[in-house]
């Protein structure tokens, strides 16, 4: 068994030695200049990649606290207004939980797993309405079913029917492989961490936050410390943090934005694409279904039903043999469906050795 197992998880995700080795670069202060220039160039290839002319913060954090930064500083204390959240899936629903584990109002909208939210729902549910909600949280990519919500529809509802409502995207297993164009739709926090489709190592997140947001959150006397957009605001107008960053992530970050853009960020969503429709009919050519309902697979994770009734556990002892691994279901979805990510960095060759393994395994495991 060889030492190195290359992930194909859906987070963390493999991580190219180029990438590693960019954070044993000699460390620098987060009060001068080598940091400002390295924030500086951070945050210009940061925007490239959201589709933003506004700030990106940088957060020393996992995604999760980015679910908190929005729920403190977008949502307020007033329960006649709260914020609906769209649930299809076990992250969406815990971030549900962390706005009401902030004290805020929120209503629920759910659909059955493997479904996706749609834009005729929220539209029904803003209709119902006679205070406009705060906020309507939505994850674009839910990575324990499979399933991309229709975000462009979902938000063209939000505008037609509540023009006040802030929009708050999760896209942590999908910007950098899916594209989203922030400014284009209009949305107010877009979330993301470093563990998926950047292909980094997890402690970092990113959070493309409008000016909307930001005058909301001046309007939100208890937004505590740490997730303070505007204390964050404050000190990214200077190219730094208010908190000591994680430099080593960041000399990281700094080497694979420079890599994405020299792939293109086009040429990059098609790679992502082509590697999905490959994991889909793999899938489907030995006998499995895909969770996700028809039109709404992700582009960045497949999760598959396990119809065969195959054991997952054995299915990677034998990938690891080859050096791979995939993910088992998450929740209550685990041993009936498994996830094969093809995000980051992962290629054409790379996704043909994992499919080429896992077929031997069940033709002759």
């Known amino acids: 068994m060889t030492s190195h197992i290359k992930l194909f998880n859906p987070g963390p995700v493999e991580v190219r030695r180029e990438i590693l080795d960019a954070q044993s670069e000699w460390m620098i202060g987060h009060r001068g200049k080598a940091f400002e220039a390295l924030y500086a160039r951070i945050q210009t290839g940061l925007r490239q990649v959201f589709g933003t002319a506004s700030r990106v913060f940088v957060s020393t954090s996992s995604g999760s606290g980015l679910w908190e930064a929005a729920a403190r500083n977008c ?9 609906l959240a769209l649930v299809c899936g076990d992250f969406s629903e815990r971030w549900a939980d962390v706005f009401a584990r902030n004290g805020k109002a929120v209503t629920i909208q759910e659909v059955a797993r493997g479904q996706a939210n749609t834009a005729d729902s929220v ?3 803003l209709r119902a309405r006679t205070v406009p909600y705060d906020a ?7 990575t324990s079913t499979g399933v991309r919500n229709p975000l462009a529809e979902i938000v063209g509802a939000i505008r037609a029917h509540a023009t006040e409502t802030l929009i708050l995207v999760d896209a942590v297993s999908s910007l950098a492989g899916d594209k989203i164009d922030v400014d284009g739709l209009g949305l107010d926090v877009t979330l993301t961490s470093s563990q998926k489709c950047f292909g980094l190592p997890p402690g970092l997140a990113f959070a493309a936050v409008s000016d909307r947001a930001l005058a909301r959150a001046a309007t939100i006397p208890n937004r505590g410390y740490y997730f303070d957009f505007l204390e964050l605001e404050a000190f990214g107008t200077k190219n730094n943090t208010p908190s000591t960053p994680a430099i080593s992530l960041m000399r990281a970050l700094d080497r694979q934005l420079a890599d994405m853009l020299a792939e293109g960020l086009e040429q990059r969503y098609a790679r992502h694409a082509a590697l999905a429709q490959m994991t ?33 556990a054995a299915l990677n002892t034998s990938l690891a043999a080859h050096g791979l691994s995939i993910a088992d279901g998450y929740g ?27 077929t031997e395994h069940l033709n002759h495991g």
Request: aromatic residues 6%; glycine residues 6%.
């Open 123 to 125: 539209a029904a549910a």
């Open 75 to 83: 949502v307020s204390d007033d329960p006649a207004r709260g914020v």
């Open 280 to 312: 889909r009919e793999w899938a489907k050519e030995m006998g499995f279904e895909l969770f996700a309902a028809p039109g709404f697979e992700s582009q960045t994770v497949t999760v598959v039903k396990n119809t065969r009734k195959v054991d997952v």
């Open 332 to 358: 209550g979805l685990k041993g009936r469906t498994f996830r094969i990510a093809h995000m980051a960095d992962t290629t054409v060759a790379d996704m043909r050795e994992l499919l080429a393994a896992m």
């Open 136 to 142: 309507i949280a939505v994850v674009h990519n839910e």
